[in-house]
Nanobody
Framework: VQLQASGGGLVQAGGSLRLFCKVS????????MAWYRQASGKQRELVAE???????NYADSVKGRFTIAREIMKNILDLYMNSLKPEDTAVYYC????????WGQGTLVTVSS
């Protein structure tokens, strides 16, 4: 299993980023999937989830700003992030929901004020 998250970077507050996660070793559309994040010194938290049936759910802190999506043919999980805030700064990971014990390296998002 590989979970390769990419797309992070440095962005100013109010800006946008698109994260994507290339999944290998299982079929994304057959599993409940999610994006998580971990800020420095804090516990990893759930950001957004995409169920097998196509339902989405978001943490209150990102609702209305982030959108989770699937590219089924490419086995890719996306996270579109708009109106970014400094408090969104974290390493972002994708994984199943509930998460597998194996995590990828994640991708760092830094939002400057």
């Amino acid at each position: 299993v590989q979970l390769q998250a990419s797309g992070g970077g440095l962005v100013q507050a109010g800006g946008s980023l698109r994260l994507f996660c290339k999944v290998s070793g299982f079929t994304l559309s057959f599993n409940d999937m999610a994006w998580y994040r971990q800020a420095s010194g804090k516990q990893r938290e759930l950001v957004a989830e995409f169920s097998r049936s196509g339902q989405t759910n978001y943490a209150d802190s990102v609702k209305g700003r982030f959108t989770i999506a699937r590219e089924i043919m490419k086995n890719i999980l996306d996270l579109y992030m708009n109106s970014l805030k400094p408090e969104d700064t974290a390493v972002y990971y994708c994984n199943q929901r509930p998460a597998l014990s194996q995590w990828g390296q994640g991708t760092l998002v830094t939002v400057s004020s």
